[in-house]
């Protein structure tokens, strides 16, 4: 089984920007989490999806927004891009935001 | 709210030498844990997972964890660390119901030849 694919590996865009960012998960796994980690704040959770639907958000602004599509794929978008939006941008897939996840190898974002 | 504690920053032990990384957790009911490795530059690889049973699990690459409800911990063994070990380790806990799987900040283990 293919592994979780997460495109572009590296990002570099500047201030005002925006940007998105793809998954492709897992055959099989309906639910798919996006995380942003950085050095100062870890990982931190950004949304879920499950069957297309957004379960649960973190505490992140508007300007961070997500969508599934009907064959699982997820992409996230980030808007009015900010210097601290810096960061290593991880997706997850499961069979259920419960169950183990697996996680790609994240897309660096660099903002200049 | 379910949170999860990773009181150790940064660990170094010697290779050969044991491992033990904690976690705590604060949630209402038993949640399920995880453990992660996190090597530089790449996602997490899931080591184990506790779920219900047995209190000792065992994971990949020698690892193991004790789930004490009483302590609300799970603690992340290995009884002879390897040089390939050095990465970012990472317990994570969801609830049954919940969506939303939270991390400890991380333990990055240093080992020393």
Same mark, same amino acid.
């Given at each position: 089984?293919?592994?979780?694919?997460?495109?572009?590996?590296?990002?570099?865009?500047?201030?005002?920007?925006?940007?998105?960012?793809?998954?492709?998960?897992?055959?099989?796994?309906?639910?798919?989490?996006?995380?942003?980690?950085?050095?100062?704040?870890?990982?931190?959770?950004?949304?879920?999806?499950?069957?297309?639907?957004?379960?649960?958000?973190?505490?992140?602004?508007?300007?961070?927004?997500?969508?599934?599509?009907?064959?699982?794929?997820?992409?996230?978008?980030?808007?009015?891009?900010?210097?601290?939006?810096?960061?290593?941008?991880?997706?997850?897939?499961?069979?259920?935001?419960?169950?183990?996840?697996?996680?790609?190898?994240?897309?660096?974002?660099?903002?200049? | 709210?379910?949170?999860? +504690?990773?009181?150790?920053?940064?660990?170094?032990? $010697?290779? =050969?030498?044991? *491992?033990? /990384?904690?976690?705590? %957790?604060?949630? &209402?009911? +038993?949640?399920?844990?995880?453990?992660?490795?996190? $090597?530089? =530059?790449?996602? *997490?690889? /899931?080591?184990?997972? %506790?779920?219900? &049973?047995? +209190?000792?699990?065992?994971?990949?690459?020698?690892?193991?964890?004790?789930?004490?409800?009483?302590?609300?911990?799970?603690?992340?063994?290995?009884?002879?660390?390897?040089?390939?070990?050095?990465?970012?380790?990472?317990?994570?806990?969801?609830?049954?119901?919940?969506?939303?799987?939270?991390?400890?900040?991380?333990?990055?283990?240093?080992?020393?030849?």
């Amino acid at each position: 089984k293919a592994g979780v694919t997460q495109t572009p590996r590296y990002l570099i865009k500047t201030r005002g920007q925006q940007v998105t960012l793809s998954c492709s998960p897992i055959s099989g796994h309906r639910s798919v989490s996006w995380y942003q980690q950085t050095p100062g704040q870890g990982l931190q959770f950004l949304f879920e999806y499950f069957s297309e639907t957004q379960r649960n958000k973190g505490n992140f602004p508007g300007r961070f927004s997500g969508r599934q599509f009907s064959n699982s794929r997820s992409e996230m978008n980030v808007s009015t891009l900010e210097l601290g939006d810096s960061a290593l941008y991880l997706c997850a897939s499961g069979e259920d935001s419960n169950q183990p996840q697996h996680f790609g190898d994240g897309t660096r974002l660099s903002i200049l | 709210a379910q949170s999860v +504690t990773q009181p150790d920053i940064h660990i170094t032990v $010697s290779e =050969g030498a044991s *491992l033990e /990384l904690r976690c705590n %957790y604060s949630y &209402g009911a +038993t949640p399920y844990l995880f453990w992660y490795v996190q $090597s530089p =530059g790449q996602g *997490l690889q /899931l080591l184990l997972k %506790y779920f219900s &049973g047995d +209190t000792l699990v065992q994971g990949i690459k020698g690892f193991e964890a004790e789930f004490k409800r009483s302590q609300s911990s799970f603690n992340l063994r290995k009884p002879s660390v390897h040089w390939s070990d050095a990465a970012e380790y990472f317990c994570a806990v969801v609830g049954y119901n919940n969506n939303d799987m939270r991390f400890g900040a991380g333990t990055r283990l240093t080992v020393k030849p």
